[in-house]
């Protein structure tokens, strides 16, 4: 299957396939998805699943709630506390994503170790809706193309 045609991310259909199996970490993790803008990360979200459901909630890098609502709400319970390793976390953000334009980099803190997900340069599929244009609009304008 050509995963880039199907998902629209079609850069995927460009790469070299390949399966490879990653460690198990566990389950009900919390995954940090730190939007970066040109090497700084500008907001994170964190995403929780909790059963069938999904949550997204988003925060600044002082760890202040935002209201966005992007492909799901945010948790009724929105003030989760900030992780313990966060300003380790925005270094990470910064190094791993220097090189570009515009990265999310997925982050676990797990057994005091922080540890990378993955590197994704078109999160949810290059189709990242919220509930109304404004907050589409503040995603992405830091995006500067020249």
Request: proline letters at 3%; hydrophobic letters at 35%.
């Amino acid at each position: 299957m050509d995963y880039g045609v199907v998902n629209s991310e079609f850069h995927y259909s460009y790469i070299n396939k390949k399966i490879f199996a990653e460690e198990y970490i566990g389950n009900n993790l919390k995954n940090y998805k730190f939007l970066c803008y040109n090497g700084k990360p500008k907001y994170v979200y964190l995403s929780i699943k909790e059963g069938q459901n999904k949550y997204r909630n988003f925060y600044d890098m002082n760890w202040n709630f935002i209201n966005f609502h992007c492909l799901s709400e945010p948790h009724p319970k929105y003030n989760y506390t900030k992780p313990k390793f966060f300003e380790l976390m925005k270094k990470y953000a910064i190094i791993f994503s220097k090189d570009f334009k515009f990265v999310r980099v997925d982050l676990y803190e797990l057994e005091n170790k922080i540890r990378l997900g993955e590197l994704t340069f078109t999160p949810m599929n290059s189709f990242f809706y919220c509930n109304n244009k404004e907050q589409e609009i503040e995603l992405g304008k830091e995006i500067i193309i020249n």
